[in-house]
């Protein structure tokens, strides 16, 4: 092969070209040697006479290299061993340390080179390399042991030190190999064992379990004795040898292995485990030792126990240690909630209140494993909803702001329980009942998620929380460089409840801020808008301010001079000055006591007997008091704790009676100052921007004390149809309505409106069109026997459409319907096709053009639709349900709310026809009600010429079945008004610029 070819191989890794191999060699230098090194190991006869003559010319600079490449070849290439090993031992005198070491090396894998001209060697040139010499009789022994001789071995024991390692495992390989002569080169290990601990601890590590004859008392007693010389060859010398001869394991040799775990608990309890398999009779005690060393080290302890006991091996696990890993919980919480949930899911019987509240205590220390270990339990055990359910709430309240990601799905897992609850109806009263235990955060995030009895306002408080926990931005810390992130709404929320009254958890103010700080961000016209807001609400790194001259022992209390400064800039931030009553009181106190005093005095005059008493008394006690406070050294005092001990018993008690007094009552007031004056920001600025939009919209400045604050939502859709004039004339026309107290029957006399009342009156003439959109209702009596046919055929129908969706969107090749099969496709057309690259003069012709994003999203959210329906429980839901139609066209924006996964919501892709829809006439809403009035479903009509058209029902999270219900109730409302339901035809826009049709049934 021609070293052009060679250099070829050689250079795969490179990129320079060279084209000899000097040139190579003059870059790289020894790099090159050790390449072909490599090359003979793989391929030898690319390393061909002439590239072996051009590398010994560099013998000088690169000899360990070129004796591996004679070795290597002489392994790979038969036809050239013989000149190789020749070629080796004639030029080994020159460079006899660097070629034994390469032998030394090398030979342990080229093992069937070796014979006796070797070990020679080893003895000969042994003072110029030790170690290489060393590992030529260790190979020889290991994998040659017939070569070697007694009387060559007794050459190389009285070296023994210099290679200690070397020479133990030499002599426990032959004695492995030996079987006559193991005995005695056993006792010569046992008896050189202590001159070198380390290095036998190390050698009986490596090769003495291979062999469980080597396994005796004397080398296991020997590595007892010397196991602090070498704790992790020791160890592992221990755990070898229980796989190779457990029998060794007898209760002292166990028990004197508990006194080392400390080194390695894992290491210990592998032991233990390994010995419960094979030694079933000593169970029990094994067990004991097992729960022992958990409880003794906790952190590997609950580690090994959440992996020791896997699928049947559960039935292993007893009370004592799962106590033990209760006990141990907060030393390594992942491990230890991942080896509870196992016995949830195996050894139900094993888990106990107890058990559970430990979990909740140590949610801080995993909060993301704590979330997926409660909402497992929730579902298996329906007995721990309440318990289950806080610790959720634990998990989301103190999620790291880092782990934003992790708080939205935590977010979502809850969210689908919120709507989940109301399956069983029982759950959801229960969730409702006020909490006395778990912290302050978590009780209030739960009362917010489910304490309304309003479905409606839940769902805008839940779309709330979940704006919240999802804003994240980055802020310089002081004093440096460096950056963090925070949630500024979310960390405001928790300062609201953190900071709300002593006595009970009051969710009112931050429902309010909560609801406020949602509308305001569709309300806001521009991101910088939005983010000027949210900065104001920092709560991280306030200015610094002083305290009032005389209050300066405030500072004493970080927390406390925090809040001080946090409110200061919460008032310069959003215009308001802070009501800090107890600190002008405190400055104010003498000038208060001297009038009180005067009028102590007057009525002291006019009075007598008792009475005159307790004003003497009175005056006494504040004269004393004004007293103090004219004393300098009091004065000192309030500010210098050093300064206390000059004062009388009396004055220290004043003292400190006033600072606390001051603290708390300045504590108290700071917190609810912060709290209102952000909701009144907030609230501020949310009716500043709705009079804002109200005056670009109507053109003139409304009161707003005037306008109906149902109607102030409508507003939110106005940023969803900016560029349809239509739509936009029409929701103004509907505001300015309301605000006059106007019905809207231009809904019905508008051109397009009596043009379409025309055709449908032409087409049916015994129409009633006045009872189209008018009130109508019926109730139905719910059943869950039906419910699961239903839900399979509405899961169906989604994911029918998610493909048709798909279809027109250029997805091509689509199997089947199933959610794996349509998620590929979605996720496929939501990938960027990158560009053809073009040659010069090249034209792009038949570009495809990129799917309709709007498409894709509801291909998303009928997948979103069906995963929900997939893991929402069957309901067991029974009683009525009350169908009607919606009349108010403001009802009619809120259609894709409530929770239905709609593109129709303001967050959708299609929110714009929730407003045509709602100005569109013919167009009709159902609600389906609970008995409570909390809408459960809905569905969307269509009445044509044709007739009505009926479109899909849309169910929140609940697990309610309503397409029968549905079907009934249009059949009827269609008799009703005088039209007949058809499953033909399509509908459009009327009064509307455009009409979202999903697609009629």
């Known amino acids: 092969m021609s070293h052009e070819q060679l250099i070829s191989h050689l250079r795969q890794r490179r990129q320079p070209p060279f084209k000899t191999l000097d040139e190579y060699y003059a870059e790289a230098g020894v790099e090159v040697v050790n390449r072909m090194c490599d090359m003979a190991r793989q391929s030898p006869d690319l390393v061909d006479d002439a590239a072996l003559d051009w590398a010994s010319k560099h013998l000088d600079d690169s000899a360990g290299a070129f004796f591996s490449l004679l070795i290597h070849l002489a392994a790979r290439d038969e036809k050239r061993r013989a000149r190789m090993i020749d070629l080796f031992r004639k030029l080994l005198p020159e460079h006899p340390a660097p070629a034994l070491g390469a032998a030394g090396y090398h030979l342990h894998e080229h093992n069937l080179l070796l014979d006796a001209e070797w070990l020679d060697a080893a003895d000969r040139w042994f003072d110029r390399n030790t170690e290489g010499a060393w590992g030529i009789l260790e190979a020889a022994a290991m994998y040659r042991s017939p070569i070697v001789t007694p009387e060559f071995l007794g050459r190389f024991e009285p070296r023994r030190a210099t290679q200690p390692r070397d020479y133990f495992v030499t002599m426990l390989s032959l004695a492995g190999h030996w079987p006559e002569r193991g005995g005695e080169l056993l006792d010569r290990v046992l008896r050189h064992f202590p001159e070198h601990p380390s290095e036998a601890v190390d050698a009986a590590a490596f090769s003495a379990s291979d062999d469980p004859a080597l396994l005796t008392v004397g080398l296991v007693g020997c590595v007892l004795d010397h196991f602090s010389a070498n704790r992790e060859k020791a160890w592992e010398f221990f755990e070898r040898a229980v796989k190779a001869k457990p029998a060794l394991f007898d209760e002292t040799l166990v028990d004197r292995l508990s006194d080392m775990a400390a080194s390695e608990p894992g290491r210990y309890l592998s032991i233990l485990r390994k010995l419960i398999d094979h030694d079933p009779a000593r169970l029990r005690d094994l067990m004991d030792l097992y729960v022992a060393g958990v409880k003794r080290h906790p952190e590997k302890g609950i580690h090994d126990a959440r992996y020791d006991f896997q699928g049947s091996d559960a039935q292993l696990i007893r009370a004592d240690l799962v106590r033990a890993v209760c006990d141990g919980f907060a030393a390594n919480a992942y491990p230890a909630y991942e080896f509870l949930w196992h016995c949830v899911d195996k050894r139900p019987e094993l888990i106990g209140p107890s058990q559970v509240e430990a979990a909740l205590k140590n949610i801080p220390h995993a909060t993301n494993r704590a979330f997926g270990f409660f909402r497992e339990l929730v579902k298996i055990r329906p007995e721990f909803t309440r318990e289950g359910t806080l610790a959720l709430f634990e998990s989301l309240a103190q999620e790291p702001v880092h782990r934003a990601h992790v708080r939205m799905e935590e977010m979502e897992g809850i969210i689908a329980i919120s709507e989940a609850a109301h399956i069983k109806t029982g759950l959801e009263n229960t969730l409702r009942e006020p909490l006395r235990v778990g912290s302050r955060r978590a009780r209030a995030l739960m009362a917010i998620m489910f304490r309304q009895k309003l479905r409606a306002r839940r769902h805008v408080l839940l779309e709330a929380l979940r704006y919240a926990a999802n804003i994240v931005l980055w802020r310089t810390i002081p004093g440096g460089k460096e950056s963090e992130k925070y949630s500024p709404v979310w960390d405001f929320v928790m300062f609201i409840i953190d900071n709300a009254g002593e006595n009970a958890v009051s969710t009112a103010a931050a429902e309010r801020f909560l609801e406020g700080a949602f509308q305001l961000h569709y309300l806001c016209r521009t991101g910088a808008e939005h983010g000027e807001f949210l900065r104001k609400l920092d709560t991280g790194y306030p200015s610094a301010r002083p305290f009032p001259p005389g209050a300066e022992f405030l500072e004493a209390d970080p927390d406390l001079a925090h809040l001080y400064r946090l409110v200061l800039d919460l008032g310069a931030r959003f215009g308001t000055e802070p009501r800090l009553q107890p600190l002008k009181e405190f400055a104010d106190r003498r000038r208060a006591a001297l009038v009180e005093l005067q009028s102590i005095e007057d ?71 912060a709290i209102q004056i952000a909701v009144a920001a907030v609230e501020r600025s949310r009716m500043e921007l709705y009079q804002n939009r109200l005056r670009e919209a109507l053109g003139r400045d409304v009161d707003l004390k005037e306008i109906e604050p149902k109607i102030l ?27 006059a107290h106007r019905p809207h029957d231009w809904l019905r006399t508008e051109p397009p409106a009596l043009e379409w009342a025309e055709k449908v009156k032409k087409a049916h003439p015994g129409a009633t069109l006045e009872r189209w959109r008018a009130p109508f209702d019926k109730e139905f009596q719910y059943r869950p026997k039906d419910a699961l046919a239903e839900k399979r055929r509405r899961i169906k129908a989604d994911l029918a459409q998610a493909r048709a969706l798909l279809e027109k969107a250029g997805a091509r090749g689509i199997a089947a319907e199933t959610t794996e099969e349509l998620a590929t496709a979605l996720k496929t057309l939501m990938t960027p096709v990158r560009k053809k690259e073009l040659k010069e003069g090249e034209e792009e012709k038949d570009a495809p053009k990129p799917p309709d994003p709007a498409l894709l999203e509801e291909v998303g959210m009928n997948l979103e639709r069906v995963r929900i329906a997939e893991l929402t429980p069957d309901s067991d839901f029974e009683g009525r349900i009350l169908l009607t139609v919606e009349t108010d066209p403001f009802e009619i924006l809120f259609m894709g709310e409530y929770g239905f996964a709609s593109c129709l919501s303001l967050r959708g892709s299609n929110a714009w026809s929730a407003v045509s829809n709602a100005i569109d006439i013919d167009k009709v809403i159902l609600w389906a009600r609970e008995p409570g009035g909390n809408v459960v479903g809905r569905r969307l009509l269509a009445l044509t010429p044709e007739g009505v058209l009926t479109f899909r029902t849309y169910t929140n999270r609940h697990g309610l079945a309503l397409d029968k219900a549905f079907d009934e109730f249009v059949e009827s409302y269609a008799a009703h008004c005088g039209v007949r339901v058809t499953h033909q035809g399509h509908s459009g826009p009327l009064l509307s610029d455009r009409w979202y049709d999903d697609g009629s049934i």
Do not use: C
């Open 603 to 673: 009525t002291s005059k006019k009075s007598g007997g008792t009475r005159r008493r307790r004003l003497e008394e009175r005056r006494h006690s504040i004269a004393r008091r004004i007293a103090f406070w004219d004393d300098p050294q009091y004065v000192k005092a309030l500010n210098d704790a050093a300064g206390e001990a000059q004062l009388s018993e009396e004055a220290r008690a004043l003292l400190r009676r006033e600072r606390k007094d001051l603290v708390k009552q300045l504590r108290d007031a700071l917190r609810a100052e």
């Open 713 to 739: 939502p409508a507003f939110l859709w106005f940023q969803a149809i900016g560029r349809m004039p239509q739509n936009t004339k029409y929701l103004k026309r509907l505001i300015e309505d309301r605000i």
